[in-house]
């Protein structure tokens, strides 16, 4: 059964740093690109990042380019998000998710998701 | 940036009533498409990939269809489960960045 766990989420304040995880299992980690997607409260879903299957390509939203940076570890199955100088509007939910490529690129299994509130 | 625009933004409906929800690509995507089912506190869950495949484990009662910059997802017979929100997104380049703003689908 494919698994994705996040985690690392929490309150900090303007400016402030946080590292989210995705711990994963029931799949071949190595083998497939992930992404981090975040909602904010009341609102729809955001992509954020994506990472190649060995991680030597990243992707990033404008909105979070040069503050964030994505990461993995395979021997361990699992994902990061280094989140740095974070503001307001970063406050969201984070999720993981497994990138399904079937001709396009969708995503097929997602963790539970992570809050991160950033405010003074 | 390809921008995917869903209508309509809320619908209401009856337990037995079939529903369509849309989504338009700002450009050509093919069949690259997936939609999205997501409920209040959840991650979100793949209904269908690649506008017309069915993800393992998903009623028959969904289903997908379009090409080009047209797409729609059907409930054919609306159960109480599937009041929730709908995305849909572009598949078609990697990152698939790119999420319709969501269509909430309410008990009438």
């Known amino acids: 059964e494919v698994q994705l766990v996040d985690s690392g989420g929490g309150l900090v304040q303007p400016g402030g740093s946080l590292r989210l995880s995705c711990e994963a299992s029931g799949f071949i980690f190595s083998s497939y690109a992930m992404t981090w997607v975040r909602q904010a409260p009341g609102k729809g879903l955001e992509w954020v990042s994506s990472i190649s299957t060995l991680g030597d390509g990243t992707y990033y939203a404008d909105s979070v380019k040069g503050r964030f940076t994505v990461s993995r570890d395979n021997s361990e199955n699992t994902l990061y998000l280094q989140m740095n100088s974070l503001r307001a509007e970063d406050t969201a939910i984070y999720f993981c998710?497994?990138?399904?490529?079937?001709?396009?690129?969708?995503?097929?299994?997602w963790g539970q998701g992570t809050l991160v509130a950033v405010s003074s | 940036d390809i921008q995917m625009t869903q209508a309509p933004s809320s619908v209401s409906a009856s337990v037995g009533d079939r529903v369509t929800i849309s989504c338009r690509a700002s450009?050509?995507?093919?069949?690259?498409l997936a939609w999205y089912q997501q409920k209040p506190g959840k991650a979100p869950k793949l209904l269908i990939y690649?506008?017309?495949n069915l993800h393992s484990g998903v009623p028959s009662r969904f289903s997908g269809s379009g090409s080009g910059t047209d797409f729609t997802l059907t409930i054919s017979s609306l159960q109480p489960e599937d009041f929730a929100t709908y995305y849909c997104?572009?598949?078609?380049?990697?990152?698939?960045?790119?999420f319709g703003q969501g269509t909430k689908l309410e008990v009438k």
């Open positions: 998710a497994k990138v399904l490529v079937q001709g396009g690129y969708y995503f097929d299994y």
């Open positions: 997104q572009q598949g078609n380049t990697f990152p698939p960045n790119n």
């Open positions: 450009q050509d995507i093919s069949t690259w």
């Open positions: 690649a506008a017309s």
